[in-house]
């Protein structure tokens, strides 16, 4: 498949190649996984238990009040799994309008951190889902990787480090936060010892009682104590009617391979529009790197952001199926759009007719699983429950209170969500687990690492070094500093409004890639990971 085994970009990653592999963004995590594949584990329960050593090693971007995506190779089909949250009965436009006034528009003001920011953490009971229909061995023995860690402490690594301290200065002030993550009034210093024993006792909870513990019992108590302590709105009740969903992925056909995302109310759908459109121009006769290549990509992830701005939501709220903003009539009319020479605002068409970890596994049965589990800019809403360790996602900031939005929100509601895992097959079999963390980078990083391996034939490892762009919401683009001049020179001349951005870790996401090398399950997967962070490839 590959033309190239080599590395064109700067990097000190390797392609890792073996039958059994755990890639994830934290090398503790990914030794979790494998120590779970050792002891006869398969590829969801290595998954679950990197999980939760990510909830511990990288509290920056993910923990027990996370929220969670997975998609699932079985060995014989494809299955999706939404962990998503869904917002306090109590929710609503009214709500926020008589707590936080109204804004310039006359909308209801929503704040972007604290217990009006978190909706039910889903990422436990995706969890619960994924272990009951496919996990091989006890629940309980899945957690004890992260238990341990919890408990005995840790060394913070580099890059976790640096967005720990980034964030303390926004979020030092939010309920339980500084008790949990400043433990010495400040944010741990690299290689400092970080013990997170709070989060081992729920974890230990769980062990012994099983995820739904965290749902219906002590923990979910202790949750809806301190969120009417602070003046919250979630309750037990909330708490207790949760539930994950199996949902069947999407997917768009893209040079002779199928890409399948989780459907709405995630962003996935933005990739395969983009990829969509892309398929009706020739990638491969263009330069892997130079500008017309760069270009067209960036113009097709605008016109497919306009879209999900406008469309993607709850899908029982979407005005719009997936199906119709992927049908080939719709995105031909909208690849016409696309100026090879210009760079353009586009906005929405009508296709009705009429701070986030990645992880992937992959074990020598065959299954394969592709894991995204995020608590949204970085710790969240900031919020840490005393006693439990459960640091909240801020998921709530994705609804709006526009009562002309689909996303408007409303009690039950799932927000806009960003997270999305991805997968890859061919001819009905299965071929790649992969993601790229990182907000609005998500489908972006999609983009343009499957275009990489599948125009250009680049490797996974190299796929994933490659200098990225990221289009922004208002329609500026962000470039790596690593991008070659001469091709940002060449999309400045064509009207895009560009930024060099020196921190790739926070803008530009980080991805994680396990490639099956061939139907021959002994043959074993080839794995990368992102050199944008701590992460690791293990495999044996």
Not at 282 to 311: N, P
Not at 378 to 397: A, C, D, H, I, M
Not at 463 to 485: I, S
Request: aromatic share 10%; hydrophobic share 40%.
């Amino acid at each position: 498949m590959f033309s190239d085994w080599n590395n064109p970009y700067p990097t000190i990653r390797m392609p890792v190649m073996a039958r059994n592999v755990v890639s994830t963004s934290h090398p503790l995590a990914a030794q979790a996984g494998l120590r779970i594949l050792a002891r006869g584990g398969n590829a969801v329960d290595a998954a679950i238990a990197a999980a939760a050593t990510l909830m511990i090693v990288e509290p920056v971007s993910n923990g027990l009040g996370s929220d969670a995506f997975a998609i699932l190779w079985d060995g014989k089909e494809l299955t999706g799994l939404n962990a998503s949250g869904t917002a306090p009965a109590a929710w609503n436009p009214d709500y926020f309008r008589r707590k936080y006034g109204e804004d310039a528009k006359g909308f209801a003001n929503q704040p972007m951190r604290g217990w009006d920011s978190a909706t039910v953490p889903g990422a436990v009971a995706g969890w619960e889902m994924l272990h009951g229909r496919f996990g091989r061995l006890p629940f309980a023995d899945l957690l004890q990787p992260a238990i341990e860690i919890a408990e005995r402490g840790h060394a913070v690594a580099t890059i976790v480090q640096h967005k720990w301290a980034a964030a303390v200065p926004d979020l030092k002030d939010q309920p339980g936060f500084a008790a949990a993550f400043m433990p010495h009034g400040r944010a741990p210093q690299v290689a400092e010892k970080f013990v997170f024993k709070d989060a081992a006792n729920t974890l230990r909870i769980l062990a012994a009682q099983g995820p739904r513990a965290f749902y219906e019992g002590e923990i979910a108590a202790r949750i809806a104590s301190f969120s009417q302590e602070c003046g919250g709105a979630m309750t037990a009740s909330d708490l207790a009617n949760y539930r994950a969903e199996w949902v069947k992925p999407i997917s768009k056909s893209y040079r002779g391979y199928d890409v399948h995302e989780i459907p709405p109310n995630g962003q996935g759908i933005a990739a395969l529009i983009a990829l969509g459109i892309l398929q009706k121009f020739d990638l491969a006769g263009m330069k892997v790197d130079g500008v017309d290549s760069q270009h067209v990509q960036i113009e097709a992830m605008k016109l497919a952001f306009a879209d999900i701005y406008r469309y993607v939501a709850d899908p029982r709220a979407m005005t719009v199926t997936a199906e119709e903003m992927l049908s080939d009539g719709y995105l031909t009319e909208r690849a016409k759009l696309i100026d090879m020479k210009k760079a353009q605002r586009p906005s929405f068409g009508m296709p009705k007719s009429g701070g986030t970890i990645y992880l992937t596994a992959a074990d020598e049965s065959g299954m394969m699983i592709s894991f995204i589990q995020s608590n949204y800019m970085g710790f969240g809403s900031g919020v840490v429950v005393p006693g439990v360790g459960v640091s909240l996602q801020n998921r709530g900031y994705g609804f709006t209170t526009d009562p002309a939005s689909p996303n408007v929100v409303a009690g039950g509601k799932r927000p806009f969500h960003t997270i999305i895992p991805a997968f890859l097959t061919k001819d009905g079999k299965p071929v790649m687990s992969f993601g790229v963390m990182g907000g609005d980078m998500q489908p972006q990083g999609h983009l343009q690492t499957v275009v990489r391996m599948l125009d250009y034939k680049q490797q996974p490892q190299a796929a994933c070094d490659a200098p990225r762009w990221k289009v922004n919401r208002d329609f500026t683009l962000d470039v790596e500093a690593t991008m070659n001049g001469a091709t940002v020179d060449g999309l400045k001349a064509r009207g895009h409004e560009l930024k060099s951005v020196e921190d790739p870790y926070m803008d530009f996401g980080s991805g994680q890639f396990i490639w099956k090398l061939s139907d021959d399950l002994d043959h074993g997967y080839v794995a990368a990971s992102d050199s944008r962070r701590d992460g690791h490839a293990a495999a044996f």
